[in-house]
């Protein structure tokens, strides 16, 4: 098994940073993928970037070149560098990962982003 949590939401003013943290436990070598994503409300969750094991990011279009995603394995933790947010990111994020060889996915609870002056 595997679990997720995330943590690093808060409120933050158009222009700035955050950093978002997704530590893993559990049977981490497990892990073929990581990824996370976004829901605004009203909106649909939608994928903000994937990492997979091989270190091959997909980002969303709407966040490239100001989201980077991270890993440090000696803490079984992932991140996501937030720059240049924008009113429009503000939404629950949501670690995501991919493990197993069926592909099981497990969920965090998720953390609030708030971009807002």
């Known amino acids: 098994q595997v679990q997720v949590v995330e943590s690093g939401g808060g409120l933050v003013q158009p222009g700035g940073s955050l950093r978002l943290s997704c530590a893993a436990s559990?049977?981490?070598?497990?892990?073929?993928?990581v990824g996370w994503y976004r829901q605004a409300p009203g909106k649909q969750r939608e994928l903000v970037v994937a990492?997979?094991?091989?270190?091959?990011?997909n980002y969303a279009d709407s966040v490239k070149g100001r989201f980077t995603i991270s890993r440090d394995n000696a803490k079984n933790t992932v991140y996501l560098q937030m720059n240049n947010l924008k009113p429009e990111d503000t939404a629950v994020y949501y670690c995501n990962a991919d493990h197993g060889p069926l592909g099981l996915e497990v969920w965090g609870q998720g953390t609030l982003v708030t971009v807002s002056s």
């Open positions: 559990g049977n981490i070598l497990s892990i073929n993928a």
């Open positions: 990492l997979t094991g091989a270190g091959i990011t």
